[in-house]
């Protein structure tokens, strides 16, 4: 017994002070490599021949090796002097787009989804346009406002 108490105590000891192993994802590809730029940066992989992509209404499954990224790093405001207001967000049912100081140039909008999508786009008729949104599923999207080519703003819209 005097001799069982002391080598339990160690082999506690021994266990709490060791040091565990993790593996992360990794895949084993024929070639492949990553490039970068001051705009952007792309990943490729050589032998994933087909690559597919379902959707339902709240989830994205990408099959395959390389999976894309989606980062949003900055929405700017690109028209100075023009005020846009976009309500109430987040929204369940419907959109509003406010626009005070535009010279009553014709504005549009686009609705994207986070994938780039267009769900919706439209004009703007006057000061405020509301429009639908209850059919677009929950999640985030981003709102563009241009006139002719020019983009004024864009803003992040939440649909609940």
Sequence with gaps: MNRVYP???LL????????????????VNSAGGQGESATMSIVWSVGEVVTETFQSEDRVLTQGVLQPEIIVTM???FAAGIRVDVFPN???DRLTVSVKDFGG??????????????????????E???????ELS????????????KEIKVFKVVKQ
Excluded: W
């Design 128 to 134: 405020t346009e509301t429009f639908p949104v209850v």
């Design 105 to 126: 140039e014709e504005l549009q909008f686009s609705l994207f989804d986070v994938s780039g999508t267009i769900v919706k786009k439209g004009y703007i008729n006057g």
């Design 90 to 92: 987040p929204t369940r």
């Design 12 to 27: 506690i000891l021994l266990t709490t002070h060791s040091l565990g192993q993790s593996a992360g994802p990794s895949v």
């Design 75 to 77: 929405v700017e405001d």
């Design 138 to 149: 929950p999640g985030m999207y981003f709102l563009r406002i241009i006139s002719g080519a």
């Design 7 to 9: 080598m339990f105590v």
